[in-house]
């Protein structure tokens, strides 16, 4: 189950990406903002992994006991 919620948290990456990128095409964005909006994604992304991680530790340990 947590590899499916990795991979679901990659596509929805991938699809804000694009709406950056396309914002950016279109002048709705400068450069620099989609290089800030692109990290705060993979902050996004790494924050949900962690948790993603704990959770999965937590129930181990839980079926574990």
């Given at each position: 189950?947590?590899?499916?919620?990795?991979?679901?948290?990659r596509?929805?990456?991938?699809?804000?990406?694009?709406k950056?990128?396309?914002?950016?095409?279109?002048?709705?964005?400068?450069?620099?903002e989609?290089?800030?909006?692109?990290?705060?994604?993979?902050?996004?992304?790494n924050?949900?992994?962690?948790?993603i991680?704990?959770?999965?530790?937590?129930?181990?340990?839980?079926?574990?006991?």
């Amino acid at each position: 189950i947590s590899e499916t919620y990795r991979i679901r948290t990659r596509s929805l990456r991938d699809d804000f990406n694009k709406k950056v990128k396309k914002a950016e095409d279109e002048g709705e964005l400068r450069e620099d903002e989609k290089f800030k909006a692109q990290d705060k994604i993979q902050e996004l992304v790494n924050k949900t992994n962690q948790d993603i991680d704990l959770l999965l530790e937590n129930k181990t340990n839980e079926i574990k006991e």
